[in-house]
């Protein structure tokens, strides 16, 4: 790759003034040296030293984006209409800032913290992190960090979580349920913690505040994992019939499970009502259509983005950014009053 020196000793100029029509400085540079230079460059097909650049600056232009899928859910995380959605918000959004992403995936919190703390970004998004997982990547990591969906910031104030009222979502679409005549009604996932817990939480407050009490065995837990899925959704496909409504934690899980359910000569919604939480192209396009939780996935990732790249700018942000949600009724909804 020819440099700036060579560029500039073949057209007899300085350095500096190469460097500057490179970079766009050309406030002092007359036209006709513009054109000169853009012309060799052309010719020659010149492509700029972005790391030497960034280097210079003292910055990287690279944005983390590390994602902690667990082992026993995912085996390929990107999949999930959820998370592609979400990653593509992220990286657009710094993409137009002129920056690059850099993304890791990892079950392993240990191999996430040893990956991101060597990495030259500028600052770091992290997704799926529980329990402890931020206070020990952050004792890592000093730089900007901005959270998705994290549950467990406390001791963390120089985080900015982006999330939803994920309980108050849930709560919203069990009341529905319960206006339409439900009671025995089951809440569907495959697990007690963060954002799923905060969505369980909603659900039993809806039943609480209606009178109705929650039981164990309210929960089905479903277990996504392939070597599993299909015996699990055989033991749920037979609980069902113990419940006239199910609310699941998903729509990727609402809709595997009413694709279950209909494979099984239950009809979705004569037979059982299903909602789901997401609102996602899987619900929109099944048929029935699904009832759920709306919440603007891109947005999400558009927003962790934003607020990480004004950290970058020396701004300060809130410690939470929570996302609006909306009920979005559709057709898997059967109304039971008498």
């Known amino acids: 790759m020819i440099t700036i020196k060579e560029i500039a000793k073949q057209l007899n100029m300085s350095t500096t003034t190469v460097s500057n029509v490179i970079h766009g400085k050309t406030s002092e540079v007359s036209d006709d040296t513009k054109k000169k230079v853009q012309d060799f460059l052309d010719k020659v097909d010149y492509v700029p030293n972005i790391n030497a650049r960034n280097l210079a600056q003292n910055e990287s232009k690279i944005i983390g984006l590390a994602l902690k899928a667990r082992a026993d859910k ?3 995380l990107i999949m999930d209409p959820f998370v592609s959605e979400l ?13 690059f992403m850099m993304l890791y995936i990892s079950s392993d919190t240990t191999e996430i913290m040893r990956h991101v703390s060597t990495w030259n970004v500028d600052g770091l998004i992290l997704f799926g992190m529980i329990g402890d997982d931020g206070i020990r990547v952050s004792e890592k990591y000093k730089k900007p960090i901005v959270c998705i969906d994290t549950y467990s910031i ?7 979580n982006v999330g939803l009222d994920d309980e108050q979502g849930t709560y919203d679409i069990t009341n529905y349920l319960i206006t339409q005549g439900h009671r025995k009604i089951a809440f ?11 969505r369980l939480t909603g659900y039993k407050k809806a039943l609480k505040d209606a009178g109705i009490k929650y039981k164990s065995d309210n929960f089905l837990k479903i277990r996504p994992r392939s070597s599993e899925i299909e015996e699990s959704l055989d033991e749920i496909c037979k609980r069902s019939k113990d419940f006239t409504a199910i609310v699941c934690v998903s729509d990727l899980y609402a809709v595997t499970l009413m694709a279950a359910l209909e494979d099984r000569g239950i009809s979705v919604p004569n037979d059982i009502s299903i909602v789901g939480f997401d609102d996602n192209m899987l619900g929109k396009y099944h048929r029935p259509a699904l ?3 709306h919440q603007d996935i891109k947005a999400k990732g558009v927003t962790a983005a934003d607020t990480l790249l004004k950290q970058l700018s020396g701004h300060k942000t809130p410690n939470q950014i929570q996302l609006p949600t909306k009920l979005v009724i559709r057709d898997t909804v059967k109304n039971i009053q008498k």
């Open 74 to 76: 995912y085996e390929n």
């Open 87 to 99: 990653i593509g918000g992220v990286e657009e959004t710094i993409r137009n800032a002129g920056y």
């Open 188 to 198: 569907l996932s495959d697990n007690m913690t963060g954002v799923d817990l905060a």
């Open 154 to 160: 406390e001791g963390l104030k120089h985080f900015t």
């Open 291 to 293: 009832t759920t939780v």
